[in-house]
C-alpha cells in the first residue's frame, strides 16, 4: 500500500501575503511541514505542490521533491484542493494507493501525528481519517448576524447549557492531516464522509496560520514548546 504525501503551498494570500515563508522559529513556516512529512514514517513519497519558485526552492533545501510547478490556474483563491492533488497523482504517474494533504500553514503538526492519522484509517479499514481539535466554546454560544444586529443561533438546542463544561466535546477539522484512499477521494471529491474517523489533536499543535494572529500565536506556542512548558 504506497501513500502520497503533498505539501501544499500557493503564493497568494490575501489574509497574510507571503506566509509560507515567514519566519517561524528560525525557519520558513514551510518548512516545517517538509521536515515533518520526512520524518514521517507511512508516507512513501513527500512532494510540495507549488506555484512560487521561491517556496519551491525554499522547500529544496530543506530536503523536499518538487518535481514540478503547480499551473496558475490551480494556484487560485477559488481552485478545488481536490483538482490540486490529482494534479499531482497524474503528473507523477504513479500508482499510489493512498494520498496525503499537508497544508504547510499547519506548522506544528508533528511526524507522530502524520504517521498517527494514516495508521488509524488503516487500522480502521476507512476509506479516509482526518486531524481534528476540540472547539473552545460550544456551538450553543454561536450565533450568525442578521442585518440589523439581531442574533440568530447557531444551531437549535433545546437545553441552554450555562457552563461549557456542561457541553458534550465538539471537534472541527484542524487542517494539519487529510489522509484517504485515492480511488475513494477521486469518486466523492471530499476527505468528510460518514466513514471518515477523527484523530484527535491537541490545540497546542492544531494551529493553521491564515492572518498575523495565527502567526503570533504559532510563535508563541512553539516558544513554549521549546522550552518544555507544552508537549
Known sequence: MKTLGVICARSGSKGLPGK??????????????????????????????????KIADVARNVGCDVPFVRPAHLATDTASIYDVLFHALDVLEDDFDHIVLLQATSPLRRAC??????????????????????????????????????????????????????????????????AAKVAWLRERRSFVGRETRAFLMPPERSVDIDNLIDLITARALLAEMQKGTLG
Not at 443561533?153 to 487542517?175: C, F, H, K, M, S
Open 113 to 178: 501525528d502524520i504517521d498517527a492519522c494514516i495508521e488509524l484509517m488503516r487500522h480502521a479499514n476507512a476509506p479516509a481519517a482526518i486531524s481534528v481539535t476540540k472547539v473552545a466554546k460550544p456551538p450553543q454560544w454561536m450565533y450568525s448576524l442578521e442585518t440589523d444586529g439581531g442574533l440568530i443561533p447557531a444551531i437549535d438546542e433545546l437545553t441552554e447549557i450555562a457552563r461549557r463544561q456542561e457541553a458534550p466535546d465538539y471537534v472541527v477539522p484542524n487542517g494539519a492531516v487529510y
Open 20 to 53: 509560507n515563508l515567514l519566519d517561524l522559529g528560525g525557519k520558513p513556516v514551510v518548512a516545517w511541514s517538509v521536515e515533518a512529512a520526512t520524518a514521517a514514517k507511512c508516507l512513501d513519497r513527500t512532494i510540495l505542490s507549488t506555484d512560487d519558485v
